[in-house]
């Protein structure tokens, strides 16, 4: 089951019709019935597979199913990788990182408030770089958070779910990048940006550092990195 970027907009539309908020809160709670069953299915169906070669850290906590290391890669101190993850050739993951977690998708209607269960993942690229202490929250609605190739994550970044992130880029420290955002290749964004959500960098953009992102962002010039 997958939802794009419009049908997430259409929906918060919906829900602030009282009838149709009403049987959206219903078919979400169902949702989250059927997401929780299928991870429980998961948890006994997709073993944790580790490339020998990967070098991880013993204070490093890898979920024991649904998590897929290839070779190469590094873990570091006190890192955690979660289900549904998985972390393709040479990708280096430094201390105190969270990877794969439940990202911050709450359906609203009139004063109550639901979690959606995540039943997505997260796939990072081969030679992905991730800085100490970032987050990369697992995809909602079945869908993928991606980081592509190449790319150099720094310290303390915040990666919402269903994000795609493209091949070489650089994301310097401090930055929250929001759900449903897409950045393109070759961008480059600067210390303690934030992006909201639902947001479209296009290629071979700059974003200077303090910036609050609220608009999308065609393709620019090629950026010197």
Known sequence: MQLNISHIREIQQYSEKPVLGSILFTLFSVYNLYGSIILYIHKYSRPTKINPSAIIHPSACISSWGVVIDKNVKIDEKSIIKAHTTIQSGVTIHDQCVIG???????????KRLPIVHTGSVNIANDVEV???TCIDRAVFGKTTF??????????????????????????DDVAIGGNSTIGDHVHIGKQVTISNRIKIGPN?????????????????????
């Open 147 to 172: 980081i592509d190739s190449h790319t150099r994550i720094g310290k303390n970044v915040k990666i919402g779910h269903n994000i795609r992130i493209g091949a070489y880029c650089i994301i310097d």
């Open 205 to 225: 953009n700059a974003i200077s550092p303090g910036v609050v992102q609220t608009r999308d962002l065609n393709g620019g010039k090629d950026v010197t990195l």
């Open 101 to 111: 977690d439940t990202g911050f998708q709450i359906y609203r209607y009139g004063m």
């Open 131 to 133: 800085g100490e202490k």
